[in-house]
């Protein structure tokens, strides 16, 4: 009798471990996708932007900020791809816009994050040069967030 | 009894009559198209504005692979999810069995502007043409020589999967009777040459009200409600609103909208998605000034709040209040 108590209590422990440990996994995953949208949406897209607003003349070009701006962003990318555990795509986790074929084609994924990087570093060396070259880089630097985003983004609306 | 009988039979013979004749085919007559040399550079750029490739050319992958393999060979084959079932897109190289390559440019001009393919049969407005019909007689001419300088391939597409009633080609005589008058733009007189540019390249070959406006229950666009955003054609999530409202794209300037155009960025850098992707790669291609005609015409609508709420495509139970425009 006193075996199977113990037989019983050692099971259910073990359940909850396992319940527990699913639960973090969840959580980690959650976690993930949290880190990886905040480096977009609070790092990269307002530094864009203001590289943005000064190729459109909403506010005047400014070479050390456009240069500093260029350089946060090249920050970005080593850590970035470090934020996509298995199991963290769009349909696996509410906030997460990651497509599968991030995982199908990691490489691939990382190669564009490296050019984001690659760019936004000429970017911050081409504001030194001046508004005319800055824009060229610029742009150069956006397509690498176009294709990206084309090839490894589900949409939500 | 008999007498009832005898009603009943005048009645559904009235019906069929009346259907017969309200779906009848209305065509262009041959005296209506000018004398015009046909400009091929201007036929390329009406292909280009008016998104030819993004149906007609075969995709890269599976049948609704975004991507296309090669924009000049419209060989057809792409698949389009929508309500009313599945349509797969024709052929329109001019392969003489399988293609247009038989069309003469009074057919096509049919098909543009009227909806009707040569013999009389109604097409499916999947294709645009109650957007196409405002083209211009010259740029139909232009854009038909063009296709002809296109590659003929020799591939039959898969015929529609539709459900019924739709599958009945001929009860979209209805659909046209109410949608489809064939009258070119008109340009205001009052308005800027630039707002009359953008509004032909948005209302007519660029067919932006197709997916940006809410329809009515028989499929016509609600004027009224017109590029105040809609639920998404393939039925997954919805389509922005592009008035200068609160609610659309009030705070984004001229340049922000031709830039769009350009790079497929938002003025927050934001990268669009989805179908807009192959629509914005087109107009990166046209003149600046074209995509600054179109970004003065969007800027010059009427505000409209949005016509749908926007929805969270695909976790709607889970979707938290913050998502906005992400």
């Given at each position: 009798m006193r075996k199977v108590m113990l037989i019983v209590c050692a099971c259910a422990c073990a359940g909850v471990v396992a319940v527990a440990g699913l639960a973090s996994a969840a959580d980690d995953l959650a976690q993930a996708v949290k880190e990886r949208r905040a480096l977009m949406d609070d790092v990269v897209r307002p530094a864009a932007k203001l590289g943005g607003d000064m190729i459109k003349g909403k506010i005047p070009f400014d070479a050390d900020k456009a240069a500093a701006a260029m350089l946060e962003i090249s920050d970005v990318p080593e850590t970035y791809v470090t934020l996509f555990p298995a199991g963290s795509e769009a349909d696996a986790v509410p906030d997460s816009e990651a497509s599968p074929k991030i995982w199908e084609d990691f490489e691939g994924f990382k190669e564009l994050a490296q050019k984001l990087e690659e760019t936004s570093t000429a970017a911050a060396a081409a504001a030194e040069q001046g508004a005319g070259p800055f824009k060229a880089a610029f742009g150069e630097m956006t397509q690498m967030c176009k294709k990206c985003h084309k090839a490894y983004r589900v949409k939500k609306d | 009894m008999r007498r009832a009988f005898l009603v009943i039979l005048a009645l559904v013979a009235a019906g069929a009559m009346a259907f017969y004749l309200l779906t009848m085919p209305v065509t262009v007559p041959a005296s209506a198209l000018p004398e015009h040399a046909p400009d091929l550079a201007n036929g390329k750029l009406m292909f280009t504005a008016a998104g030819c490739a993004e149906c007609h050319a075969a995709p890269a992958g599976a049948c609704d692979d975004l991507d296309i393999k090669d924009e000049t060979v419209l060989v057809g084959g792409r698949c389009l999810k929508s309500d009313f079932g599945t349509f797969h897109v024709p052929n329109i190289s001019p392969d003489k069995d399988t293609g247009i390559g038989n069309w003469t440019t009074l057919d096509f001009v049919n098909a543009m502007k009227r909806g009707i393919a040569p013999g009389g049969v109604h097409l499916y407005p999947a294709f645009p043409y109650t957007s196409?019909?405002?083209?211009t007689y010259e740029d139909l001419i232009d854009l038909k020589a063009y296709l002809d300088t296109l590659p003929a391939v020799n591939h039959t597409a898969p015929a529609h999967a539709l459900r019924f009633p739709y599958n009945i080609r001929r009860g979209l005589g209805l659909f046209q009777r109410l949608y489809v008058d064939g009258k070119s733009f008109t340009p205001d007189p009052k308005a800027s040459d630039a707002v009359n540019r953008g509004a032909y390249l948005v209302l007519a070959p660029g067919h932006c009200t197709e997916c940006h406006s809410p329809r009515t229950a028989f499929g016509g666009i609600i004027a009224s409600k017109a590029f105040a955003g809609a639920k998404s054609p393939d039925g997954d999530g919805t389509v922005p609103n592009i008035t200068p409202s609160a609610d659309g794209i009030g705070d984004w300037s001229a340049d922000d909208i031709a830039y769009l155009l350009e790079t497929g960025n938002t003025p927050d850098f934001d990268v669009i998605g989805e179908t807009m992707v192959p629509v914005q790669e087109n107009m990166a291609k046209l003149d600046p000034e074209d995509r600054e005609a179109i970004a003065t015409f969007l800027k010059s609508l009427p505000p409209r709040p949005n016509a749908v709420q926007k929805s969270k495509a695909k976790d709607k139970s889970k979707a938290t209040g913050d998502e906005a425009d992400n």
């Open positions: - | 196409y019909q405002r083209m």
